[in-house]
């Protein structure tokens, strides 16, 4: 799932591409490095705070997204949103079905709250529109749906474009 999330983002225009791999050591680091296009800076980052953590090593941009792994069929288009709503909010997200994060992305400079709150994907959307101290600080894009469970692959549209890895690992399964 993760080699069909990445595709979908390095396939995106002006957006410059990382994997991260939250606690991983070098072997899982090595492993997603693999699966990338030559070039693709890939690391580790901390599982307490992810996307803090990723922004960090992200180098100077104006907003970084982070992108759960479990979303291989999340269109580009609603990445690409996250960006646009980064002009006027602090965070901008795209809440899963299950109350989660499926996308996070943030402004840099980091705001202060959003430092406290150190979000991840599995950050209840409910937490950060409880915390947010101004009205358009978080801005929520469309939802979509995350894989976790056996009863969400039913989820996949099979007439949609892409998650071809994901496609053949269920073929074989």
Same mark, same amino acid.
């Given at each position: 799932?993760?080699? *069909?999330?990445?595709?979908?983002?390095?396939?995106?225009?002006?957006?410059?591409?990382?994997?991260?791999?939250?606690?991983?050591?070098?072997?899982?680091?090595?492993?997603?490095?693999?699966?990338?296009?030559?070039?693709?800076?890939?690391?580790?980052?901390?599982?307490?705070?992810?996307?803090?953590?990723?922004?960090?090593?992200?180098?100077?941009?104006?907003?970084?997204?982070?992108?759960?792994? *479990?979303?291989?069929?999340?269109?580009?288009?609603?990445?690409?949103?996250?960006?646009?709503?980064?002009?006027?909010?602090?965070?901008?997200?795209?809440?899963?079905?299950?109350?989660?994060?499926?996308?996070?992305?943030?402004?840099?400079?980091?705001?202060?709250?959003?430092?406290?709150?150190?979000?991840?994907?599995?950050?209840?959307?409910?937490?950060?529109?409880?915390?947010?101290?101004?009205?358009?600080?978080?801005?929520?894009?469309?939802?979509?749906?995350?894989?976790?469970?056996?009863? *969400?692959?039913?989820?996949? *549209?099979?007439?949609?474009?892409?998650?071809?890895?994901?496609?053949?690992?269920?073929?074989?399964?």
């Amino acid at each position: 799932m993760a080699e *069909d999330t990445y595709e979908v983002i390095a396939g995106l225009d002006r957006v410059d591409v990382a994997v991260a791999v939250v606690g991983g050591d070098d072997a899982a680091v090595a492993e997603l490095s693999a699966l990338t296009w030559p070039g693709t800076p890939t690391y580790a980052v901390d599982p307490d705070r992810p996307v803090l953590h990723a922004v960090e090593l992200a180098g100077p941009a104006a907003a970084v997204v982070t992108v759960s792994y *479990d979303v291989p069929d999340l269109p580009g288009l609603l990445i690409g949103k996250l960006f646009r709503a980064l002009s006027h909010a602090d965070i901008a997200v795209t809440p899963a079905e299950d109350g989660s994060l499926a996308a996070v992305g943030v402004k840099l400079p980091v705001a202060d709250w959003i430092s406290e709150l150190g979000p991840t994907c599995d950050t209840p959307l409910t937490l950060l529109e409880a915390r947010k101290p101004r009205r358009h600080a978080v801005a929520t894009g469309p939802g979509w749906h995350r894989l976790r469970s056996n009863a *969400d692959l039913s989820r996949l *549209d099979p007439g949609l474009e892409g998650w071809d890895a994901t496609r053949s690992l269920l073929r074989h399964a």
